[in-house]
């Protein structure tokens, strides 16, 4: 999700000027687009269902990240554990 400076840069005013425009752009271009005001960013515009798919691999990566503190910690148990405590044959 890489922005086009070329193409997902926009002035605030064509936000309240065409705002159907700006939501066509970013739900069919799959990218976030920053409005600007007087030459700088003041807000970034993004699809509802990217920003839902970012967020859950943003949560999937904490998780991630999580995992391997705990293994350096050495906070791990064993497979027949971890059945044994979720009840799990």
């Known amino acids: 999700?890489?922005?086009?400076?070329?193409?997902?840069?926009?002035?605030?005013?064509?936000?309240?000027?065409n705002p159907g425009r700006v939501i066509?752009?970013?739900?069919?271009?799959?990218r976030p687009l920053l409005l600007?005001?007087?030459g700088r960013g003041v807000a970034v515009v993004q699809s509802i269902?990217?920003?839902e798919l970012a967020e859950e691999e943003r949560a999937f990566m904490r998780a991630v990240v999580a995992g391997l503190a705990d293994l350096d910690a050495g906070r791990e148990v064993s497979l027949a554990e971890?059945?044994?405590?979720?009840g799990l044959p």
């Open 36 to 38: 600007t005001s007087r």
């Open 49 to 51: 269902s990217d920003y």
């Open 1 to 17: 999700m890489r922005v086009k400076f070329s193409e997902d840069v926009v002035p605030l005013t064509d936000l309240k000027v």
């Open 82 to 86: 971890a059945r044994n405590k979720l």
């Open 24 to 30: 066509k752009h970013v739900t069919e271009a799959h």
